[in-house]
Nanobody, 126 residues
Framework: QVQLVESGGGSMQAGGSLRLSCAASGFTYPYYCMAWFRQAPEKEREAVASINNNGGRTYYADSVKGRFTISQDSGKNTVYLQMNSLKPEDTAIYYC???????????????????WGQGTQVTVSS
């Protein structure tokens, strides 16, 4: 069973940086997509970024392009989300998600993901 455990959330002032980590375990097939989603209060969960574990192709939501970077450490089965130039509108619970196969065009779709972490809170104050 795939397990995803997020860490690294916290509180930060606008303009600051945070790095989230997602430690993954239990994959039984070598090709999978990992992603970060976020959900702000009273809003739908939205895709932030994703990465193919094989090849490292990345995808980003327009709202975070140029500010957030998704990366992976394959040896540690860990995916990171480096968040720079944080804005108050980045405040949300951030979730790690994964599914087998490449991310592809469906990467922003919540229903494409089989496995989810428990989430980590990110709060950005102005």
């Amino acid at each position: 069973q795939v397990q995803l455990v997020e860490s690294g959330g916290g509180s930060m002032q606008a303009g600051g940086s945070l790095r989230l980590s997602c430690a993954a375990s239990g994959f039984t097939y070598p090709y999978y997509c990992m992603a970060w989603f976020r959900q702000a209060p009273e809003k739908e969960r939205e895709a932030v970024a994703s990465i193919n574990n094989n090849g490292g192709r990345t995808y980003y939501a327009d709202s975070v392009k140029g500010r957030f970077t998704i990366s992976q450490d394959s040896g540690k089965n860990t995916v990171y989300l480096q968040m720079n130039s944080l804005k108050p509108e980045d405040t949300a619970i951030y979730y790690c998600a994964a599914h087998y196969g490449n991310c592809g065009g469906s990467w922003p779709q919540r229903r494409a993901y089989t496995y989810w972490g428990q989430g980590t809170q990110v709060t950005v104050s102005s």
